[in-house]
């Protein structure tokens, strides 16, 4: 059976990088990508010229949910065997002292809470065997004074994080390693979503570490962070081209607005809203195991997936990346969830997730816990505009979505990735000024 390898951020430069090396070394790849599906199919038309198979599939590796839906979709193509963590921003380059609690916050979530969700997924999973390679760079040396200081720091944690992954897993037979690439030429940062311009040798595979490598201090069996020699700091050709760009628009809700306060019950139409409670992790095993919610949410869930998963949403309220309730009765018995996700405060926008427990359907549970959150969103928190997307052959969440008030907008083609495929999926949307 061929390696399977999950390779993040894999739609251009390392990331895609990696998976045309990985094709032609034989390995199967799941290719997780944030927005560019054409660059995404691009690279994966590569792969099967090479004659390898390969999944794309759009996932933010901020979000819990959408890692692990990521990590199931390599299922048909059997045992991960490989990961190559590599998806990664900066933000805009700019003095430490401009450096804005928005942008610190997304830098850290996707350069290292990302690179912990993945890994996480993949050391569940792999067997004996495996290999785990996190993508670092120079900066966690150099520092990056002057550009984004902030990256280089989550740069070097992912370093640290490399040595003690490496520690952990060398027991259970899966090697981890750290490849800090530098720039291939002496430019500046190019755009403010991906760090100068790094770009991996064609001949190198991220298997392997880089040569004249600085041997990490961790005396383990696994394999640790390993690091080509230090390069000259990169210059710019215009200095003026290396000055901090500034928005011109203000963010449409400033930052904090959501981490200052408590996240609130919420209380409409016969229904509760409230924080997910520790005590609420046999339901939510449960809810994952009814094939209804399996089929339209594309996972489930054991025990210890359901205490990180229900945990993990006071870090998204705090890091303002979402936010989750469970819908309960005045009793407080759970008829089921609605959250919302890909929130993004600057832009004042997110998205609705939901499921209702087999035993509460039939009572307009859902557009009932939507209606409620939307009120919220709009009034309180500032929101400008709410989406919700469904698959086209799920009739039922079109008549939540119309009776929440959110229109159709139209539909995307493939773009739900599904147990049975690539689905279409409907759009609706809801904004603050809708009547």
Known sequence: MPPVTVVTGGSRGIGAACVRHLATAGHDIVLGYRRDADA??????????????????????TDPDQVHHLFDTATPLGPITGLVNNAGVTSPIG???DLTLTDLRHVIDVNLIGYILCAQQAARRMPAGSAIVNISSVAA???????????????????TLTIGLAKELAPHGIRVNAVAPASSAPTCTPS?????????????SPWAAPANPTKSPAPSPGSCPTRPPTPPAPSCASP????????????????????????????GDGIHLRPWQPTDQPVVVAAYADPAIQ????????DTEAHTWINHWPHRWHHETGAGWAVTDPTDTILGQISLRRLHLPDAQAEISYWVLPA????????????????????TLGLHRIELSHSVTNPASCRVAHRAGYPAEGTRRGEGHHTDGWHDMHLHARLATDT
């Open 295 to 302: 089929r339209w949410h594309c996972r489930s869930m054991t």
């Open 95 to 97: 003095p430490f002292t």
């Open 360 to 379: 509460a359907r039939g009572r307009h549970v859902a557009p009932r816990a939507l209606t409620t959150l939307t009120h919220w969103a709009f009034t």
């Open 40 to 61: 995404a199919a691009r690279v994966v038309a590569d792969v099967h010229a090479a004659g390898r198979r390969a999944i794309a599939v759009p996932a933010d590796t």
């Open 192 to 204: 403010p979503v991906y760090p100068t311009a790094p770009t991996a040798p064609p001949d190198a």
């Open 141 to 159: 040396t150099l520092g990056s004074p002057g550009e984004y200081i902030h990256y280089a720091a989550t740069k070097a944690a992912t370093d």
């Open 240 to 267: 003026a081209a290396c000055n901090r760009m500034p928005a011109l628009v203000a963010p449409a809700i400033p930052a904090g607005t959501l981490a200052r306060q408590a996240q609130p019950h919420l209380h």
